[in-house]
């Protein structure tokens, strides 16, 4: 067996939670969440952000998202999961709301998608990439991507206390063992073992 080869196998077989830190803690978020209103499309950013982070949204969910996935009057968000997983409708914080509402006041077009580009289309992988990397840098949290907020949010809510169930479907996962990652590292499962 080749080195390249037995060095993937080793790396395939560590635990997630041996590997290097894959999310960011609430105030590495809220930095973050800070950091995406400070420019052109802050807004935007802002609210494109909060939800990955709150809903545990994969980037396509969020760029494929459509207007009406989002309900104001009942403060409801129809989270639509891609990979086959499970799809749900999930509560929208009053936060949320507003940024959502200040986002679409800045809008004057009638196109069905939540997130446009400046060009009228549906945001890219690539831009959502590249506007939370930069995001990332002026906070001062180093390289941020997409899926690091989806993983910030698991282990969010495991950390709150959130039942394993809950979460298991709150991200959609059909497999539990998607979700344990976020059970087995959180430092709440410790708390009182020496009260």
């Known amino acids: 067996m080749g080195v390249a080869k037995r060095r993937n196998v080793k790396s395939a077989a560590a635990d997630a939670h041996e590997r290097a830190k894959d999310y960011l803690d609430p105030t590495e978020v809220e930095r973050l969440l800070k950091a995406a209103k400070e420019n052109r499309h802050g807004d935007r950013d802002y609210t494109l952000a909060l939800l990955i982070f709150r809903h545990g949204l994969r980037v396509t969910e969020a760029i494929t998202m459509r207007l009406d996935a989002v309900n104001l009057k009942q403060g409801r968000l129809a989270v639509k999961r891609s990979k086959n ?21 800045t809008r004057e077009d009638k196109l069905p998608w ?7 289309q549906p945001m890219t992988r690539q831009a959502v990439n590249y506007l939370l990397r930069e995001a990332g840098e002026r906070a001062g949290l180093g390289r941020v991507w ?34 344990t990652r976020y059970t087995r590292t959180s430092a709440r499962r410790f708390e009182g073992l020496w009260d």
């Open 146 to 179: 997409p899926h690091m907020l989806r993983h910030s949010c698991g282990y969010a809510l495991a950390n709150k206390g959130a039942d394993f169930r809950v979460i298991q479907d709150y991200l959609g996962h059909r497999d539990p063992r998607h979700t």
């Open 114 to 120: 939540l997130f446009l580009s400046e060009r009228g």
């Open 85 to 105: 997983s499970l799809s749900t409708e999930q509560p929208l914080a009053g936060d949320e709301l507003r940024a959502i509402k200040r986002y679409l006041a």
